[in-house]
């Protein structure tokens, strides 16, 4: 279904999320080691996080990419629920049970809260954990009829 009324906002991308910190050195530390994810410092305070492979001559260059920015703060005014949470793929649900063990595994090292286990649940196979400040994560494996770019192309059926 498309809409005749334009819209009030002409948007080029949906490219970015925010989440706080009370320690940036332990965010970038979970989000690069942990998750596998790519991180830049830009200022103090501020973290930069994309999934890894989108340098020049990366699998990933030139596709687009979200962008997450974590900024320190003194203190979580808002702890966040787990409906309110970052997704990473993985390849398989193999895949989510290698990282389930080894995110259990390290919880304490990486100053994890709930790691929850994996299960089958809104058609996909993942488990969620809670870092030390509240962020909720979920690693999670799709069907190829599920991933968001099927979706998509699937499009309105209502």
């Known amino acids: 279904m498309t809409t005749s009324t334009p819209s009030h906002v002409k948007p080029t991308g949906l490219v970015s999320g925010t989440f706080v910190t009370t320690d940036i ?24 996080v994309r999934e890894s492979g989108h340098q020049p001559g990366g699998p990933l260059a030139g596709r687009p990419f979200w962008v997450l920015e974590a900024h320190e703060v003194a203190s979580i005014e808002v702890p966040q629920e787990m409906l309110n949470h970052w997704g990473v793929f ?38 969620y954990f809670v870092d030390g400040d509240s962020n909720w994560w979920e690693i999670e494996y799709r069907t190829p009829e599920l991933v968001y770019t099927a979706l998509r192309e699937k499009g309105d059926q209502h």
Do not use: N, W
């Not at 965010?27 to 930069?48: D, N, Q, S, Y």
């Not at 259990?104 to 488990?127: E, I, N, T, W």
């Open 25 to 48: 050195k332990r965010a970038r530390r979970m989000c690069e080691e942990l998750l596998g994810l790519e991180c830049v410092e830009p200022e103090r305070g501020t973290l930069i």
């Open 90 to 127: 993985v390849s398989s649900q193999a895949a989510v049970d290698a990282a389930f063990e080894k995110v259990d595994a390290r919880q304490k090292d990486f100053g994890l809260g709930r790691v929850q286990k994996p299960r089958f649940r809104h058609g996909s196979y993942a488990f």
